[in-house]
């Protein structure tokens, strides 16, 4: 790959490339290749495995591409950078000076569609977390602690039976919780409470229709907050 012009609206003045191989079927197609623009978020922005979100309002061609880890795709502050940036080279910016994190808005990476929260396994997620911060539940959770928002528990698997035992495991997995096994005490386990909201494309024809997402405190964007039900 070799690097295809500058562009010097963007934090990197360079993130467009092209194949230098003339044999490769992609040989001179642009590729962008950006860090993702979630300060969260370490992934690797790459136009072939993304499309752009879109800009209700706005031409096609004011979109960004979609984070295919966490999602993110635009915010008002980096916006405003590119808005600044323009201005000083006398150009105007004809795009929305908002961005999608902003205006609560999550898009599909793989097909560019809106996304929308699964209500139903959001609040599941929340049963879950109610009955584990249940006073009754003493001698199955030895320890629970809220951070942010950010449940924490340490579970005793122990003081239940082997089949109630495998059932939690299974609903504690599927409903978007994050378990580790103790080091030193079998079937003693960590319990952390991620932001793992199940989401779903608008795009009925759109080959991936729901999304896990690996999103926690240290990584990932809050479609808690993010994202409307």
Not at 32 to 48: E, G, M, P, V
Not at 132 to 146: R, S
Not at 157 to 169: H, K, L
Not at 195 to 202: E, M, Q, T, V
Request: with cysteine.
């Amino acid at each position: 790959m070799r690097p295809s012009g500058q562009n010097k609206f963007t934090y990197h003045i360079i993130n467009n490339f092209q194949c230098a191989t003339e044999s490769c079927a992609e040989f001179n197609k642009k590729v962008y290749l950006n860090h993702c623009l979630n300060k969260n978020c370490a992934n690797i922005i790459d136009s072939r495995a993304s499309k752009k979100c879109t800009h209700e309002g706005y031409d096609k061609t004011c979109g960004w591409y979609i984070c295919d880890s966490c999602y993110s795709c635009c915010g008002t502050n980096v916006i405003t950078r590119v808005i600044e940036r323009k201005q000083e080279n006398n150009q105007t910016y004809n795009c929305s000076p908002i961005g999608h994190d902003e205006l609560k808005k999550t898009f599909c990476y793989h097909c560019g569609d809106k996304m929308k929260l699964n209500k139903e396994f959001y609040l599941g997620q929340q049963k879950i977390i109610k009955s584990l911060i249940d006073t009754q539940q003493k001698k199955f959770v030895e320890h629970k602690e809220n951070k942010n928002g950010f449940w924490r528990f340490k579970l005793n698997f122990n003081a239940i039976n082997a089949n109630q035992r495998e059932d939690g495991i299974i609903r504690l997995n599927s409903n978007g919780f994050k378990l580790s096994e103790s080091r030193t005490q079998n079937h003693i386990y960590f319990v952390d409470h991620l932001i793992s909201i199940a989401l779903k494309c608008n795009n009925v024809a759109c080959q991936t229709k729901k999304y896990f997402l690996r999103s926690n405190q240290q990584n990932g964007k809050r479609f808690m907050t993010n994202t409307t039900i």
